[in-house]
C-alpha cells in the first residue's frame, strides 16, 4: 500500500507533463495599395509541450511592412 502511495504522484506527474500534439490558428492580413485581404489557416505543432507549442505560435506572428504594404500573421494556440 506504502508503495502505492509513492507511484501514484509520480505517475500523474509524468501524465501531466508529457508531449502531445496542438495546433496553432493563424490569421493572414495583407494591406497592398490600400486593399485589405484575410486569410486564416492553422498548422500543427506535434510532440510538444504546451509552452514549446505556444513559443512556436508566438514565433510565427509577424508584421512586415513594405513601404505602404502591411503583411501582418497573427497565430494562436488552440487545441
Known sequence: MKKL?????LTLL????CKKDYSCSCTDTDTVDGE??????AYKVE???KKQ???????AT???M???DTYKTKCDLSK
Do not use: H, K, M, R
Not at 502511495?5 to 504522484?9: G, R, V
Not at 509524468?14 to 507533463?17: D, E, K, M, R, Y
Open 36 to 41: 485589405t485581404e484575410t486569410y486564416s489557416y
Open 5 to 9: 502511495i509513492f507511484i501514484l504522484p
Open 47 to 49: 510532440g510538444a509541450t
Open 53 to 59: 507549442a505556444q513559443a512556436a505560435c508566438n514565433e
Open 62 to 64: 509577424v508584421t512586415y
Open 66 to 68: 513594405d513601404g505602404a
Open 14 to 17: 509524468a501524465l501531466a507533463s
